[in-house]
Each structure stands twice: as structure tokens, then as C-alpha cells.
């Protein structure tokens, strides 16, 4: 069975290290040369946690998505394959300054296998219309919100889903 695999990204990895070093310098700078013990300590307690997202982002290795020829499967929350044909509708948002892709799925679908969303104001609108929606955060990932919804939509009207996915690779 074909498949693409898309992963958290190693380049976004390095800037939020090198981001938490320059944050490591400007606390630095200010507890040595102002003065201000507590904004420099501050800053640099949280170079020191920005750091540990970095590397923690840069050793990370397991998938995060993976597209097949029945459906899509986002391994951090929902972890079970949702399949082409339940979906709905597919686009992409920027909110609170992260990407994210959302999939419209058909209200009864694996009712078990998909719980509230963090979004309940969105929940609500969506249940009036006989729909689900699913988030799926790409900030992080080592693709772009645009070009991934490009991507399920193609798989969502293809025909020949296995052609698509090796056009894909």
C-alpha cells in the first residue's frame, strides 16, 4: 500500500533553538548591563523551556500524518484513520498564530472516535449543520496548511487513489 508520511520539521526545529539563544542573550544582556534581575531571569527561563521545545521538535521523528489510499490518519489526537469518503469539506485557517487544517466530516461518523473539539463556539455552528470538524495543527509540520488541504482535496476526488499518492511522493 502506497502512503505519504509527513513529519515535524527539523528547519522549524532549528529556528525556535536559535530564537531561544538570542532570548538567552537578551536576558543576559539585561540582568548584566540594566539591571533588571527579574526580566533578565525571566527570559531566560524561558530560552531555557523555548530550547527544550526545539529539541524535543528536532528528535521527534514519528509520523504526525499519513496519507493512504482509504484516508488520512493524524496520529497526535485523533490516531484512527478517518476515510475519504466521510469528508466533507477541507480548508485551511490561521488562528491564534497557528496554521490549521479543518476537516468537515459527517456528524454520525465514528461518534465514539471523535470527541469535542477545543473550538466548542465552532462545535455548536457545526452541529446545527449536520457536521464535525477536525483540527489538525500544521504549524509545526513539515508542510505547509495550503499545500496539505491541496493534497486531501485531490485524494477526496480522485478516482485512482493510489496514482494520486504517487504523484504525490
Do not use: C
Not at 18 to 44: C, D, E, H, P
Not at 51 to 57: D, E, H, K, P, Q
Not at 101 to 113: C, E, G, S, T
Not at 143 to 159: D, E, F, H, T
Amino acid at each position: 500500500m502506497k502512503r505519504v508520511v509527513i513529519y515535524k520539521s527539523q528547519k522549524k526545529a532549528i529556528v525556535i533553538m536559535v530564537s531561544s539563544m538570542l532570548i538567552l542573550l537578551a536576558g543576559y544582556l539585561l540582568l548584566q548591563y540594566t539591571g533588571k534581575g527579574v526580566v533578565g531571569w525571566s527570559l531566560i527561563i524561558v530560552s531555557g523551556l523555548i530550547l527544550i521545545l526545539g529539541i524535543g521538535t528536532w528528535f521527534d521523528r514519528k509520523p504526525q500524518i499519513i496519507l493512504t489510499s482509504q484516508g488520512i490518519t493524524e496520529t497526535s489526537n485523533i490516531r484512527e484513520e478517518i476515510e475519504w469518503d466521510a469528508i466533507r469539506q477541507v480548508d485551511e485557517f490561521f488562528y491564534r498564530g497557528q496554521s490549521f487544517i479543518r476537516l468537515l466530516v459527517d456528524r454520525n461518523y465514528k461518534p465514539d472516535l471523535l470527541f469535542p473539539t477545543w473550538f466548542y463556539r465552532f462545535d455548536r455552528i457545526y452541529a446545527k449543520e449536520g457536521v464535525r470538524a477536525l483540527f489538525i495543527r500544521v504549524s509545526i509540520l513539515d508542510i505547509n496548511s495550503v499545500r496539505l488541504s491541496q493534497m486531501i482535496r485531490q485524494m477526496i476526488k480522485a478516482n485512482n487513489r493510489e496514482e494520486v499518492l504517487r504523484s504525490m511522493r
